[in-house]
């Protein structure tokens, strides 16, 4: 791996700007699971949309119900020495900026400042009426106080699902259809997790955002990431039209691999600490 690190180094030396964009596949290390398989497949089963989270109160029980089961992962989770060492090379001047599709808040707990988080932060909850952000910790605390039947137990206890990186988990609903749904402490209205589930629009501020920074870079790094959600997948596609280097570190297939230059298949958290 000796070479690829040293054209790794190569690339960030010869880029001053280089934009760094994450996925999933960085936040494995911390213990949160991937969306993908190394085919870029989606593992468990179709993820909550957006429009029926908003317009089905089953959809959102099913939602919170998993929720609830899925979060103290995320809770628990700690930024892995590949977030830090992405801190350290934004620190030295080496990284102009990070966009990440996820939505675990670990870059920021890492140190990483020059961040746009693409679909949210799942440690926010916000009121769909009042628009009142809530923190997610009190909504847990809640949810588990009006449904201690489904408090994860741990090792002695029988509700561990297994998490998604988004918070979500694997849990069979149909034993628990008196599900106590969580509201809005200010106005009683409906509260939804601060991120963008499928089938809704990253706000359009956000998005311009992100594309002034893609804008200002002249290389693309993809960490972690598959690039198989358009979201993601748009700012190879913009580097590549703007005849930009892009370097990958994933372990797998990308969406991008016919526009990558240089591709480390390799683990994250191993790579990026030679970096620094």
């Known amino acids: 791996m000796k070479h690829e690190i040293d054209q790794l180094q190569d690339f960030l030396q010869r880029h001053r700007r280089v934009l760094v964009l ?6 494995t290390a911390s213990g949160i699971p991937d969306y993908r398989d190394k085919d870029g497949v989606r593992r468990g089963r179709n993820p909550i949309q957006g429009p029926d989270f908003r317009k089905s109160e089953a959809v ?32 030295a001047g080496r990284i102009h900026g990070i966009i990440t599709q996820n939505v675990d808040g670990l870059h920021t707990r890492a140190g990483s400042r020059k961040l746009i988080e693409l679909h949210g ?3 926010g909850v916000v009121c769909l009426d009042c628009r009142t952000v809530h923190p997610r910790a009190d909504i ?6 009006a449904n201690p039947a489904l408090v994860p137990t741990g090792p002695a206890g029988e509700v561990v699902p297994e998490a998604r990186p ?32 499928f089938g809704d629009n990253i706000p359009s501020e956000r998005t311009a955002d992100a594309l002034a920074m893609a804008e200002e870079a002249d290389a693309v790094l993809v960490v972690g ?5 358009f979201s993601g997948y748009r700012f190879a596609k913009l580097a590549a039209q703007a005849n930009k280097p892009i370097a990958a570190i994933n372990l797998g297939k990308t969406r991008a691999d016919d526009l990558i230059g240089l ?10 600490p030679l970096l620094v």
């Open 225 to 229: 990431s598959s690039l198989m959600v």
């Open 263 to 272: 591709k480390v298949e390799a683990s994250a958290v191993e790579v990026l």
């Open 121 to 123: 932060n799942i440690h």
């Open 22 to 27: 994450t996925g999933a596949g960085l936040s």
């Open 60 to 91: 959102r029980r099913r939602y919170w119900a998993r929720s609830m089961a899925g979060y103290p992962t995320l809770a628990g989770a700690s930024p892995n020495a590949g977030h830090r060492a992405l801190a350290e090379l934004e620190a």
């Open 140 to 145: 847990q605390a809640w949810l588990a106080q």
């Open 166 to 197: 988004d918070g979500d988990a694997e849990v069979e609903l149909d034993e628990f259809q008196d599900f106590q749904l969580p509201y809005c402490g200010a106005c009683g209205g409906t509260l939804q997790p601060d991120v963008i589930f």
